[in-house]
């Protein structure tokens, strides 16, 4: 369980004192999940494909990383400003120290098979296919002609003619796997369609990009998109959309203090179904004007009963950081989470801080508590990392939260933005014993 931090004997950690005056102004980054197949696109075409407002993530530099070792140029313009470029190809693999750091390097699968008739992506780390797989990617790959083997821990997908158009129909909503095969669609011959797809505004994103490189994409945003397979695509200029994920934590945060918070560039219209659970716990995101919003509460919150889905609906990517608010809702809470096994890990370290959580199949029971307490914690991963960060702000006394590295791979400057409104936040490298 413990990530070892450049040395083998240690690990990071950040230490919140809690219960500060927290006030001001965040400003909401690009979305992670946005950033990270729309840079995958450079791998469909010899042009540049220039993104905007690209966050300053571990999992970006991951994928940066990989994009460079296939081959890509990627150069710096400017803050979140990047051009990427296929120069050459050097190599049409993703080893598995990129890909076990992050699931999402799978994304390159779509595009190099398509592009190259070749793919050799590792399996992700931890998950034997047919569990928590990446399966829907491969059948849909097969579908469209490729071959697909396992071989030594590897994906090797091949399509020496190319891939040709066809109609898939996801057994489960996947979005890298929507996303995934999108890209490799854009360059097949002849028509895909693809049933029971993701409706995430980051797929609805890619799409947009993959359109103005000359892809022919219809019905992107709904269950349903229709691919018209092009020759060849171009480069262009894309600005990534704000991430919804960070907005959101971020709304519990300001919730939690009293809506001293304001919160700049936030994507109001992607959080529609968490507004209304917000809402229904005393909760209002107010617009101010232009992608800005101010949050407001009544003094005595109301529990509430959430339920995960896909979108529209409540993000799995929320649920965590909702229990944070929760635990010190007065009254019985419930939140089920339909997307993901064993995604309460973060249920025990919330106990640990005090709070009162049983967990019961998918569903855990929040009794509302006083207050937290200080104490010391792991973040277990990326989503829960954030609410421990908030359990941590709100709680009585000192709380460290050990691995934290996790956290970096999706907040851009967490301690920068929490530090410009008051919080009193430091990291730190530990020492641990074998
Ligand atoms: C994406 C998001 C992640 C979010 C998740 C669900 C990115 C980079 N990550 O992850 O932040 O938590 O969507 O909203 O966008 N499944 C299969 N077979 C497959 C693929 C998925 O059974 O081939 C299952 C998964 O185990 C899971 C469910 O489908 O139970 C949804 O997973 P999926 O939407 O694919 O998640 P990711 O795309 O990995």
Do not use: W
């Amino acid at each position: 369980m413990v990530k070892l931090v450049e040395e083998i004997n240690t690990v990071e950690y950040l230490e919140i004192e809690g219960q500060k005056d927290l006030k001001g102004e965040i400003e909401i980054s690009g979305a992670k999940n946005s950033a990270l197949p729309n840079m995958a696109t450079a791998l469909l075409t010899d042009e540049p494909v220039i993104l905007n407002n690209l966050p300053d993530l571990l999992d970006v530099k991951t994928m940066i990383k990989l994009l460079e070792h296939i081959g890509v140029s990627i150069n710096k313009i400017n803050e979140g400003k990047y051009i990427f470029k296929l120069d050459n190809v050097n190599s049409l693999e993703a080893p598995y120290e990129l890909v076990n750091r992050m699931r999402a390097s799978i994304l390159v699968l779509g595009p190099m098979v398509a592009r190259f008739g070749y793919a050799k992506v590792a399996l992700p780390g931890g998950c034997a296919i047919g569990t928590r797989p990446v399966d829907l990617h491969l059948k849909a790959l097969e579908k469209m002609g490729a071959e697909i083997s396992l071989e030594h821990g590897y994906i090797i997908a091949r399509a020496p003619k190319g891939l040709k158009g066809a109609e898939i129909n996801f057994e489960k909503i996947t979005v890298t796997g929507t996303e995934n095969i999108l890209m490799a669609a854009v360059l097949a011959e002849g028509t895909t369609i693809l049933n029971n797809c993701a409706m995430e505004p980051e797929v609805v994103d890619l799409a947009k990009l993959l359109k103005k490189m000359g892809a022919y994409i219809e019905g992107e945003g709904s269950s349903r998109i229709v691919v018209r397979g092009v020759k060849r695509l171009k480069g262009t200029n894309h600005t990534i959309i704000p991430d919804r994920i960070e907005a959101g934590t971020f709304a519990v945060l300001s919730a939690l203090f009293d809506g001293n918070i304001r919160l700049k560039n936030y994507p109001y219209k992607y959080l529609d179904f968490v507004h209304q659970k917000l809402k229904e716990i005393g909760i209002d995101v107010i617009p101010l004007g232009k992608d800005e919003v101010v949050i407001r509460r009544d003094k005595q919150l109301k529990p509430v009963d959430i339920e995960t889905k896909e979108y529209p609906y409540f993000p799995t990517d929320l649920q965590a950081q909702f229990m944070t608010l929760l635990s010190i809702v007065d009254g019985l809470s419930t939140i089920t989470e339909n997307i993901f096994e064993n995604r309460f890990m973060h249920v025990q370290e919330l106990d640990r801080l005090g709070a009162n959580i049983k967990v019961k199949g998918k569903t855990a029971f929040i009794k509302g508590v006083k207050k937290l307490k200080g104490a010391e914690v792991q973040a277990t991963d990326l989503r829960a990392s954030a609410a421990m960060v908030l359990a941590g702000l709100i709680a009585e006394g000192k709380t460290k939260i050990y691995n934290v590295y996790h956290l970096d791979r999706g907040y851009e400057r967490i301690e920068e933005k929490l530090k410009n409104i008051g919080a009193v936040i430091k990291r730190g490298v530990e020492f641990i014993e074998d």
